[in-house]
Structure formats: C-alpha cells, structure tokens
C-alpha cells in the first residue's frame, strides 16, 4: 500500500551533507506536496475547488455558500468575517480590528489591508499612567478608554471593493439572518460568557445583550439573537462603510464614549482609514513567505526567526527534539528583544525592517546562539540591523478554485475585548489600546515589554503580533496560515511553517502538533501537554526554565497540494473549529 502525505515530504530520508553540517542550500531540501490517505493521526479536509479554515462552524458554512456559487476568496473571508462577528463575539468583531493577507492565484504580489484599530486623536503618551508615573493597568484594558477606533467594517469593504465581486450587501446578508434569526450556541459561546461573567456583566449593555433576561448564560443548544447587532449590520448594507461611521451607529459609539470618559469622537469615527501595505517578504528553504507588516510586528520575526533558523538541519535535528526546541527557543528570544526596541506603526517611526529581515543579520544573530546552553534573558539586549531605512483574536484562511488566497486574522484584544457594549448597537469594543506601550520598558497583558516607538499618539496604531502568513513556492500559493494568541501568534504561526517546511507534515498534523514559544522576557520556554518528560529534562539540563502552559494559538491553515488539491487543517484547540471544501 503506497502511504501518501500531504506535507512538504522530503523525496527520501536521506540528507545531504549540506545540510547535515548546517549550510543549507535552496537544492538541499527536496519538497514534495502529495495527496493524504493512509497512516497519518491527523487528517485535513480535502477539497478540490474551494477551501475555507475558521474558528467557527457557521462562518466557514456560509463562507463556503460564497465560494460554491462562484464567488472569490476575498468575497469568502469578507463574508466569513461578518459572520464571525456573529457567531463568535468574543473574538470575531466589527468592534476591533485586523489584517487581511491577499495573495492573488496568478502569482502576482500579495497584498495586504491594513485595518488595525487607531488611538484616538484625544489619547496622550501618559494616559495610562497615574501622576507619579505608575502604569494604571485597568485603564488600558477595562475601561472606555481602552477601545480604539474600531477598524473592521472599513478594512473587510475596503477588501471587497479592491478585490470582491460580490457586493457588500450580499456579505452581509448571512451575517445579519445568523443575528436576527439567531443561531444554536456551542458549549464554548456557554464556557465563555461564564468565564468572563464577573467582568462581562457589570456593563449593562454586555449583559443585556449577551446574556438571558435572569442573567443565566444561554445554554448549548439553545437559539441566541442579536437583534441590535443585526440593525447595526443594516446599516452597512444601507449606507456602506459610512452606515458604521457615520449616522447612528458613530452617534452610538460616541454616546458611550461620552457617558463613561471614553476618547472616541464622532471625528475621529469618520476620519477612520484603512490602508493598503506591502507585505514582508522573506525566503526560507526556497519557499517565499509573506507575512503582515508593521504594525504588525508578526511578519517581521516570523522571518527573522526563519533565517537564524535556515543556518541549522532543523528537519533532522527532529519535531519537538530538544534540540530543535533549544534552537527555536534562541532565535525567539533574539527576535523579541529587537521587538521591544525597534517595532511601532511605521507611519509614525521609522522601523529598520530590511535590517531585520535580512540574512546578514540573521548570521550575526545565528552567531551568538550557543547551541548547546540557553542564553540567559539577561545577557539578550536588542541587536543592531542595519540602520533605519526611509487572547483572543481570531483566524481564518481561504483559498478559491482560481488559487487565490486570503488570510486574516482580525481582534477586539482579549476575550470580548474591553468587555464594553456599545448600548443601541449590540457589539463589544476591543481593548486594543492595551497593545501601546503604557510605559516603555513596561510590559503589557501579554507580558511583551514595548520601546518608545510604540508609545501612544494621536491616530497612530498599536503594535500588533498578528501575522496573516501566505507561502509561495514557484510563484504558487501553497500554504495559507494564522492564529490568534497574542504574543504566541507569531511563534505558533512560525511553528506551522516549520512543521510543514521542515517535518513533511501534513497540514492537519502540523496545525495539531504541540507547540513551545520562548519571548524572551520572561525567561522561560512555554510547552503545550505533549512534549515527553525526557525533552523537558535535556532542556532543563541546557539551562532553560519549561513551563507548561494550556493551550497556545487557534491556527486554521489551509496547504494547496502540487496538483492544485486543497487540505484543511483546522485547529483542535477550538472545538468550534472547522476546515470545509468542495
Ligand atoms: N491584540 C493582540 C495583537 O494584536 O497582537
């Protein structure tokens, strides 16, 4: 029986010298990408003709209806977008933010929208800190002032109108029948409006608008509606993008703002634009890898870390050895501290982005690496590339019958985000302001410490980690991927990349796999449950400190097969997860 994989398989075991002693050339990895059958644990979804990976079933239901009847991979993600904000409002948002990746299927440059959340144009660089100076930690995350100006409608249109053939409207359209008719709620929408109880429902609005008339959490099983949200939807498909930024729904954010001490004016509101970027682009083992910009810091690191990487045989040094840990674990925390210094919103500071991304740096960096003892956190500071040239989040992956593709990870920050409803228009706002740097030096919820180039200014974007990732080999998208998971975005999605590049694996088993993240500070490797005893102990014994943690990243990727099949992985560690083609 031939056992076929749909991974980047090596053609056979054998390694070349190369890429034993650790210069490896773009030849030395021989990849193939086959169909799966049999003996692997994890299976992908197989499709020919359309692929759609989202954290929820309904999304990636409707999504799929779009790409059936003829529909393109950005009119796909737009709409699964919308209907996210839905199905999942602890995540899935019109109240936050986001960047959609979009590589088109003829090869020609990937593009990326930018629709991240702005500061408004009242914030100041000390607003999250008390007259002595003391970062005020609650401010920046639970409060009405925690909320930028929200991003989402402006960057899925501003998506559609460059990219889409289907009109907003048509969109929209399942996003508000899953609101109005309502939709049967999972376990996790339950677990989650639990868990979240005591910060959810001292607003009066969140309660009302997400929980029962007696406070009691709609069960599983039982049909939930959003009724505002739904009217709040009309008004997109009735004014366009202005029917969110304008008009009432503008009038009710800036209410809310008014009545709480909150920043977010009506101005600010219209003034809100979403911009088109240039992807980052790096090379790995002969693949392209394009990734978010700033300001995201997710594509620049993603391909830092890949290039100190290329310098080992990570393939045979093994999945999850603790040598291939060690190493992942050195480049991270290298990659991270150069985080902290030198990434902010490029149309405020200059970022040395060709430093960073460069392979010459990357050597310097590979150099300080000793391959056999962990580098105190201590001993790390920011690097020097070349000069300045002039927890929840959610992901989702689509690739249509023509090989377009669409990644997109989109945010409100932390689980229902600042926990706020906007009263009149049943939506929860991000916290996103908690991604500034409160204080430089100071680190966030995530525990990321930022420099002055990411502190609070007027208008400017907040640092991100999100990093919709696109991989091409020959000029063909072949693996599109992203997760949610706040300063573990950027590790989780690089792991995928790996798993697939480096192991051979097939999409399913990459995305399932334990995974590690190391972020410099603070100085400890953590692991997902599945990583042996033994691994622990040899890592222990090169000096690190393993933490196991609970589950890191929700990655829902999508691999297109040499011969054009399309395999799903979605992510196990959302149980509303879900990958469907046809
Ligand atoms: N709010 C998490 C991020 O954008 O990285």
Redesign the pocket.
């Known amino acids: 029986m031939q056992i076929r994989r749909a991974g980047f398989c090596r053609r056979s075991g054998r390694l070349s010298t190369a890429l034993l002693i650790g210069t490896l050339t773009l030849t030395s990895v021989q990849v193939c990408a086959q169909a799966i059958l049999e003996g692997e644990r994890f299976h992908p979804a197989v499709a020919r003709q359309g692929m759609v990976a989202t954290s929820h079933t309904l999304a990636t239901t409707v999504a799929l209806e779009v790409l059936k009847n003829g529909g393109n991979a950005v009119d796909a993600a737009v709409t699964a977008g919308f209907a996210l904000a839905v199905t999942q409002p602890r995540s899935g948002n019109i109240g936050g933010g986001g960047f959609m990746l979009i590589a088109p299927g003829d090869g020609s440059d990937p593009e990326a929208i930018d629709y991240r959340e702005t500061a408004p144009a009242a914030a100041t660089e000390a607003m999250f800190q008390d007259q002595e100076g003391n970062v005020v930690k609650d401010r920046s995350r639970f409060t009405h002032l925690a909320a930028g100006v929200p991003g989402t409608v402006a960057g899925l249109a501003l998506a559609l109108e460059r990219h889409g053939t289907i009109s907003l409207e048509q969109a929209l359209i399942p996003a508000i029948r899953l609101a109005q008719d309502g939709f049967i709620v999972p376990q996790r929408f339950t677990d989650g409006l639990e868990q979240a109880r005591e910060r959810l429902t001292r607003w009066p609005a969140t309660l009302e608008t997400f929980y029962k008339k007696d406070g009691s959490a709609w069960k599983p099983g039982e049909r939930f509606r959003q009724p505002e949200l739904a009217e709040t939807l009309r008004r997109i498909v009735d004014d366009g993008v202005k029917g969110f930024y304008e008009g009432k729904t503008a009038e009710l954010i800036a209410d809310e703002m008014e009545r709480h001490g909150g920043l977010i004016t009506l101005d600010d509101l219209k003034n809100y634009t979403p911009q088109v970027r240039k992807p980052v682009h790096g090379n790995y083992r002969g693949y392209d890898i394009y990734s978010m910009s700033p300001p995201?810091s997710g594509g620049t690191h993603i391909v830092q870390i890949l290039n100190i990487l290329e310098g080992y045989p990570i393939g045979e040094s093994g999945h999850n050895s603790a040598k291939t840990i060690h190493l992942m674990a050195e480049a991270m925390k290298l990659a991270y501290a150069d985080r902290s210094e030198y990434l902010g919103d490029t149309d405020y500071v200059d970022v040395p982005l060709k430093g960073l991304t460069s392979k010459v740096y990357a050597d310097k960096l590979r150099s300080r690496i000793n391959p056999d003892k962990a580098t105190p956190a201590s001993k790390i500071k920011p690097g020097q590339p070349a000069p300045y040239e002039s927890n929840e989040?959610t992901h989702f992956s689509v690739v249509d019958q023509w090989g377009n593709a669409v990644s997109n990870t989109y945010?409100i920050?932390f689980s229902y985000g600042s926990g706020i409803t906007v009263k009149g228009a049943g939506f929860l706002l991000n916290n996103?302001m908690d991604?500034f740097s409160a204080k430089p030096g100071v680190p966030n919820t995530?525990g990321l410490i930022g420099g002055a180039a990411n502190k609070v200014e007027p208008g400017k974007r907040m640092l991100?980690?999100?990093s919709p990732t696109i991989v091409r080999k020959d000029g063909k998208n072949v693996l599109v991927t992203g997760s949610p998971g706040?300063?573990r975005?950027i590790t989780t999605t690089l792991q995928v990349i790996m798993n697939v590049i480096d192991h051979g694996m097939n999409i399913q088993t990459s995305v399932s796999s334990p995974r590690i993240h190391h972020q410099w500070l603070p100085d400890e490797i953590r692991i997902e449950q599945g990583i042996s005893p033994d691994t622990i102990q040899l890592l222990e014994s090169r000096g690190h400190k393993v933490v196991t943690n609970s589950a890191m990243g929700a990655i829902q990727s999508i691999m297109v097969g040499e011969d054009g099949t399309l395999y799903g992985g979605a992510d196990p560690r959302r149980s509303t997860s879900s990958a469907m083609g046809f």
């Open positions: 995201s989040t945010t920050n996103e991604d995530y991100s980690s999100m706040g300063s975005i």
